[in-house]
């Protein structure tokens, strides 16, 4: 089987047996180890071999890593505990027999990157994107990833494969689109759900629009989606084009949070318990509402409202070890925040801030009021901070264990804070000049992959050695 859109140093995919399989004859003869184990997916010849573009290194380093140690979500088996040395030698001079065959070919090692304390390899995993805005994994073998122009990808052995039948009234205009994205599975019922989140034209009047979230039955053959339902719209329906928020993520309660930018209505909605723009959102997971919700019993208010006073919080995630909400969000010229999410509280904005409007005027001389809130970090200037992951799984080493991990899409580049009793205590950046940083996301087993817009790549970045 061949896959055309696979985005790794390709060497065989197992499909059905890892028996024997007999070969036919060809004019370059390959040892016997790569028909065994490789020809059925790569060719008699090493076909995929030739003309490539390679993105996880050409070198024969590169190769012989790849084939021992595999790459789990591209579908590629670790074949460290089944071939020998020897046998993986063979392999890769025989790849590398074929690669050389074509003219002009130079290998390349793959890109890594220094930090303080840590070299990172950077592996690109998917290229040739539009807008990556929103990641989240079906399982370790399974991304799904969206495009703000519209498009849900998922991706599955290296192939990106267009999820089809996405709502029709998505906002494409100014910051709007197809915004984030989330896969939850019911461990009560076994049922899977993919939830989205998208700016929503308002019926009838195109020039309209509000945040919105639906959510639908998923399975890992799904190519198409047909049964959308809706469980939110962020009413009013405003006629701007920026701050929809637009985060979604199960808290260690089991709820739903949703996050809801003020559409750039400052003097509105924040501080309005009677709108849902300019707050963070609960509900259970059918998007129906928690009796707990702090402002269920409060009459004029939204029920659906966790916390509020927020501008345009854009990252958001579970902390898994306290199943806290954590989120950030954009200040105007300085002032972007990050908090931990607590019932009712309210985050100040435009009442307090650090920053200024964005031609240097004052918003207001107050950074602290009683009953609101102060942030638990924020930056001076402005990093335009965009998706937010927390450091965490056997992947990492302890230094950076509970760091945070904020995308910039002003400065292009991937900041590290390094976190001791929830204080920033040191900031790092990484990936500069890299593009806008839109979303980060974590799998199971701790490892870091990072969207970046403009170059429309998803990267995997892997910690390969400890200065």
């Known amino acids: 089987m061949r896959y055309p859109l696979i985005l790794l140093l390709p060497i065989a995919i197992v499909i059905s047996t890892l028996g024997w399989k007999e070969s036919t004859p060809s004019e370059t003869p390959a040892p016997e180890i790569y028909t065994r184990w490789c020809s059925s997916c790569h060719g008699q010849k090493g076909r995929d071999f030739v003309d490539r573009n390679w993105k996880l290194g050409s070198t024969e380093e590169a190769v012989r890593r790849v084939i021992k140690e595999g790459h789990e979500l591209l579908g590629m088996p670790a074949y460290g505990s089944t071939l020998t040395a020897s046998e993986i030698d063979a392999v890769t001079d025989f790849i590398m027999d074929q690669a050389a065959s074509k003219r002009g070919f130079n290998p390349t090692p793959p890109q890594q990157l220094e930090s303080s304390d840590l070299v990172i390899r950077v592996n690109t995993l998917v290229d040739g994107l539009q807008t990556p805005w929103g990641m989240d994994f079906v399982n370790d073998t399974t991304l799904l990833i969206t495009e703000r122009e519209g498009r849900l990808w998922k991706l599955v052995a290296g192939q990106l494969v267009a999820i089809e039948g996405l709502p029709e009234d998505i906002h494409v205009r100014g910051q709007g689109g197809l915004l984030d994205v989330m896969h939850w599975k019911d461990d009560a019922t076994g049922k899977e759900w993919v939830y989205l989140t998208y700016s929503k034209d308002r019926p009838g009047d195109a020039n309209q629009s509000a945040t919105a979230l639906v959510r639908a039955p998923w399975s890992s053959d799904v190519e198409s989606i047909d049964a959308w339902e809706e469980l939110f719209v962020a009413r009013p329906y405003e006629k701007t084009h920026h701050h929809y928020g637009s985060r979604v993520e199960i808290g260690g309660d089991g709820k739903l949070y949703l996050t809801c930018g003020e559409r750039g209505r400052r003097d509105v909605h924040p501080q309005n318990l009677a709108t849902s723009p300019g707050k963070v959102h609960r509900f259970n997971p059918d998007g129906s509402i928690p009796e707990d919700n702090p402002f269920v019993s409060q009459p004029d208010a939204v029920p659906s409202i966790w916390s509020w006073g927020h501008r345009n919080p854009q990252g958001m995630f579970r902390h898994p070890e306290t199943g806290t909400i954590w989120t950030h969000e954009h200040g105007p010229k300085g002032g972007d925040e990050i908090n931990i999410l607590g019932p009712g509280n309210n985050y100040g904005w435009p009442r307090i801030t650090f920053g200024r409007n964005y031609i240097g005027t004052i918003i207001t001389r107050d950074t602290a009021m009683v009953g609101m809130e102060q942030p638990l970090y924020y930056w001076l200037p402005s990093i335009g901070a965009c998706g937010m992951e927390v450091v965490y799984g056997d992947s990492w080493p302890d230094s950076w264990q509970n760091n945070l991990l904020v995308g910039s899409l002003s400065f292009e580049y991937l900041e590290r804070l390094h976190l001791e009793d929830n204080k920033v205590v040191a ?41």
Not at 440 to 466: D, K, M, Q, Y
């Open 427 to 467: 900031r790092e950046r990484l990936l500069e000049d890299v593009g806008r940083v839109r979303d980060i996301a974590r799998n199971s087993t701790g490892e870091v992959f990072v969207a970046v817009e403009g170059a429309g790549t998803v990267l995997h970045l892997e910690p390969i050695e400890i200065k």
